[in-house]
């Protein structure tokens, strides 16, 4: 992986978990970076959800390091500000950093308090571990029911030489579209100002982050953070912008997938691709309400083609089309043409459906030019036995 | 069970099933009755149901019998209009009824031709086994992934005699809130005239099926008939009428509750009770959020007292209030107050928890007086099971 430049990394395990694995993580930029983050619409806010936003006004979205926990949300407890804030002073003192300077994002459990000074115990050594190659021991400090971390990287050649563009997150449970969903991190070494990257984001992330889901929740926690610390040098023109843009919705989209595939208990990557609908919303309502359905995600995961669960489940979107002119594909194959069922052989679907990947295409026809993609993850045994014992 | 006077019940096989287990029945009134009925919301509607609402009108709300299906929801197919209208036509000619005065409801799967002759070949024997102590049979009939009928009844005392009320239904999974959900037949015998009827039947949805979901799917073919024959000969006057609406209304919640614990895989029934809303619409959306979340439903499945999860959920709900002014109850037990951990013991609740019953309760302080009560179950292995495999 060819990592941006200027960016050094470190994890460690701070005590925060009850078993020994690293959960607490650092993402410094050598020069001070342009900053810009999507947080959760959730009414209930972590602290350092909160805080993130606050530092992200204070310091104009200039900001030098990225400070993050797993094992505990710092949600829904009595100390849970000043627990955020310590932590920021902390690091900021190490790295020589204005407090506003370093963003917070925790991950885990709600309603548990977090002692701050396991972390402030514990940053020193992870500021001492800092290395440009150690991106890979953050991606996994911040898993939690993840079964494998998730990166996803690339790279745009403009005329003034490379950008390079790498993110991480977890994911897994508690997930759902409509915003910054989960935990995110990418960064650039491209020149950005911080409102050009707020832009990006925002578009990236409509384009990604909120359309996927795993189970339709949305946590306290979601953060996702695009970082430009222009390390590279190299400034894309007015022309070579929407290049660089592209490539890092494409980054956010492979990030999404990946959580789509490894959603808590997940078998299958789902891809959903709706058509013809009155507009690009109602689209993606098509194909959110489909991806959201528990009943399309278990025959998924039953490799039955129940194609009657899938227009089903557009039927309940709130958008107005006619069944009647529907079209519907499933790995390819068409299993209803008109609303009405379409001669396939069920046993060559079938087998189809045992890949790890299920592609189900609609098609309305006469309604519109709105088109949507939709990724999630079939729904199976290990999801529940997953989060019956979460806590325990 | 002490019936409503004046219905004849009768169930058989017809061969629409796969197994041999009875899957068509009937519901006969002697004497005209009034009826009134929801229907799914799902832009796809079975052709049963189109067909129920078309004759519901053609009747003026004065119908003589209901001819159920199990074991193919006639939806999605080429024929469904057809073998409906087919269906009604059979059983009014062997009751020496008005097509229009026989309203069809089916459920099963969707997508699959239903043979019209099946039906046509049975409802003779139907007709001739209708007997007034066969209501369970039909209850029975009407099951899928049910494991048990689900049966209500009530009955009032007013001046002039009693009025007798009772109700079947069927539900397990594709079942959510916001509307008339899954099949459901309610009898009474009290004299009501159908605009009358059709008010209490608004109202105590709203309060009963609305206020309930397994998964929140919604079935192509959810209906919900009330039907009034008069057959007691009592007529409420204006004062006892509220008090026959109340009854209705309550077999009509026991019903929805029974849907609820017999939910696919269920093995607890959830009570969510949310007070202190800005407004009773307001409690119903807090409350929805969290019956729907499958985070709650797991935690509840794994006896977890993970009201973290709880609050998350209410903060998804779209409802602007304050978490720091929120109180949490599990089994009775305050977990959460003023949103943050109060004291309990974990081991204890964790006991309370086993039983088959779970109650939550989340009141909200100075925001309103808003009110509502939602019934749901847990989230289990016995859900995926059974969906991943429903048709094969």
Not at 7 to 28: H, K, N, T
Not at 223 to 232: P, R, V
Not at 297 to 320: E, L, M
Request: net charge positive; proline share 4%.
């Amino acid at each position: 992986m060819n990592l941006p430049l200027g960016y050094r990394y470190a994890a460690v395990y701070a005590g925060i978990r009850a078993v020994e694995r690293d959960d607490l993580a650092l993402i410094v930029s050598g020069l001070p970076a342009s900053a810009a983050g999507v947080f959760t619409q959730n009414r209930v806010q972590a602290a350092p959800v909160r805080l993130s936003r606050r530092h992200l006004a204070a310091s104009r979205g200039q900001v030098g390091a990225v400070v993050i926990n797993a094992g505990n949300a710092n949600c829904a407890t009595r100390t849970g500000a000043a627990v955020a804030l310590a932590t920021c002073k902390a690091a900021a003192r190490l790295l020589h950093l204005r407090v506003a300077e370093v963003l917070p994002a925790s991950t885990g459990v709600i309603g548990v308090e977090l002692d701050a000074m396991k972390i402030i115990d514990a940053l020193p050594r992870a500021v001492g571990g800092l290395a440009e190659d150690r991106f890979g021991e953050v991606a996994r400090a911040i898993m939690t029911t993840d079964t494998r971390p998730k990166e996803a990287a690339g790279e745009v050649r403009l005329r003034r030489g490379t950008v390079r563009i790498a993110g991480m997150t977890k994911g897994a449970g508690m997930i759902q579209p409509q915003m910054a969903t989960t935990l995110g991190f990418v960064m650039t070494d491209a020149v950005i100002a911080p409102a050009q990257l707020r832009g990006m984001l925002k578009r990236g992330v409509e384009l990604s982050y909120n359309r996927m889901s795993v189970d339709g929740d949305t946590s306290t926690n979601d953060t996702l953070l695009l970082l430009a610390n222009g390390a590279s040098g190299v400034r894309p023109d007015a022309g070579e912008m929407a290049r660089v843009e592209a490539e890092i919705t494409r980054v956010l989209q492979e990030l999404a997938k990946a959580i789509a595939r490894d959603g808590e208990g997940a078998g299958k990557l789902i891809t959903i691709t709706v058509s013809g609908a009155p507009s690009h919303a109602a689209a993606t309502r098509i194909a959110r309400s489909i991806a959201n359905s528990p009943l399309v995600k278990t025959a998924v995961h039953g490799s039955d083609p129940n194609w009657g669960r899938i227009i089903c489940a557009a039927g309940n979107a709130g958008v107005k089309f006619d069944p009647g002119r529907t079209d519907i594909r499933l790995q390819g194959v068409a299993v209803c043409r008109s609303g009405l069922a379409a001669p396939f052989s069920e046993a060559e679907l079938k087998a189809k459906l045992d890949g790890p990947e299920c592609d189900i295409r609609l098609r309305i026809r006469g309604a519109g030019k709105g088109e949507a993609t939709f990724w999630t993850c079939d729904f199976t045994e290990g999801y529940i036995e997953i989060n019956a014992s979460y806590r325990t």
